[in-house]
Every structure is written in structure tokens, then in C-alpha cells.
């Protein structure tokens, strides 16, 4: 069954999601895992894909678009925001305010949830989703 971690932050600053998100892809990749992060829209998945590349001066996480032509399906990591995750499913790490219909294929899911009411009322409702079924979860506040 789907694990799925609650990652809260206090911080509610601009940009605070994406950047724990990258440091989370980040470890997860170290660890030898591979990640699909979701996000709402196509400008989301372009911020996220200049700041895996920007986020630290030493870091290299080698990932791909899924929405470009022609992209390399056994890149480790992949961002996509409306299609199905490709090969993955493994890690699933979601900056989208649902629930995305394939989660369940994952073995882990790492809901990101920023410090402004609309996160939280967002994530709110996910972790309810998620508990309605029976899921296991684990809140991490940060």
C-alpha cells in the first residue's frame, strides 16, 4: 500500500514549496530512488525545472520534462503536471493542490504543504482523501 508523508512548512514565503521540494528530490535521488514531482500547471513545471538546476550551487539532479517532445524516460527524475508519470512508481512528490489520480501507484507519496491558509486548507483536504481510505500517514511539521 501507497505510504504517504505530510511535509508541513511554517514558512510560508514565496517559492519555500519548491525549494523543499527540491531538496527533497534531491535525497531521494542520493538514496537511489526515482521521483516524479507533480505540479498545477505548465509555468510551475518551468520554475521547477530552472530551480532543479539553480537551487544549490553543487547539486545535479538530472531530470526531464515530461512535456517536452521526445523526452528521455529513464531520466530519474521527471516533472509533469497533466500526464501520466511515465515509468515511475516509485516517489511521487505533489506541489498540486489535488490529488493526483494515479498516486496510488506509487509506493510513496510526499505531500508538500505550504505555510498560507489556502495550502494548508488544500492539504487539509488531501490528507482527509487519503484517510478516508484507509492510507497510512505520517505528518512531518517542519
Given at each position: 500500500?501507497?505510504?504517504?508523508?505530510?511535509?508541513?512548512?511554517?514558512?510560508?514565503?514565496?517559492?519555500e514549496r519548491?525549494?523543499?521540494?527540491?531538496?527533497?528530490?534531491?535525497?531521494?535521488?542520493?538514496?537511489?530512488?526515482?521521483?516524479?514531482?507533480?505540479?498545477?500547471?505548465?509555468?510551475?513545471?518551468?520554475?521547477?525545472?530552472?530551480?532543479?538546476?539553480?537551487?544549490?550551487?553543487?547539486?545535479?539532479?538530472?531530470?526531464?520534462?515530461?512535456?517536452?517532445?521526445?523526452?528521455?524516460?529513464?531520466?530519474p527524475i521527471?516533472?509533469?503536471?497533466?500526464?501520466?508519470?511515465?515509468?515511475?512508481?516509485?516517489?511521487?512528490?505533489?506541489?498540486?493542490?489535488?490529488?493526483?489520480?494515479?498516486?496510488?501507484?506509487?509506493?510513496?507519496?510526499?505531500?508538500?504543504?505550504?505555510?498560507?491558509?489556502?495550502?494548508?486548507?488544500?492539504?487539509?483536504?488531501?490528507?482527509?482523501?487519503?484517510?478516508?481510505?484507509?492510507?497510512?500517514?505520517?505528518?512531518?511539521?517542519?
Amino acid at each position: 500500500m501507497t505510504r504517504i508523508d505530510f511535509y508541513i512548512l511554517k514558512a510560508s514565503s514565496a517559492g519555500e514549496r519548491e525549494m523543499f521540494a527540491c531538496r527533497l528530490t534531491e535525497k531521494a535521488f542520493e538514496q537511489g530512488h526515482s521521483i516524479y514531482i507533480h505540479v498545477a500547471d505548465e509555468t510551475a513545471v518551468a520554475r521547477l525545472d530552472e530551480l532543479l538546476w539553480t537551487f544549490r550551487a553543487d547539486s545535479f539532479l538530472p531530470h526531464e520534462r515530461l512535456d517536452v517532445p521526445d523526452a528521455d524516460i529513464d531520466t530519474p527524475i521527471h516533472i509533469g503536471f497533466g500526464e501520466e508519470p511515465g515509468p515511475h512508481d516509485d516517489v511521487l512528490i505533489n506541489l498540486a493542490d489535488d490529488v493526483p489520480l494515479f498516486f496510488s501507484r506509487f509506493r510513496r507519496v510526499a505531500e508538500v504543504i505550504g505555510g498560507d491558509e489556502a495550502h494548508r486548507n488544500a492539504g487539509r483536504e488531501r490528507y482527509r482523501f487519503y484517510r478516508d481510505r484507509g492510507y497510512p500517514l505520517e505528518a512531518h511539521n517542519l
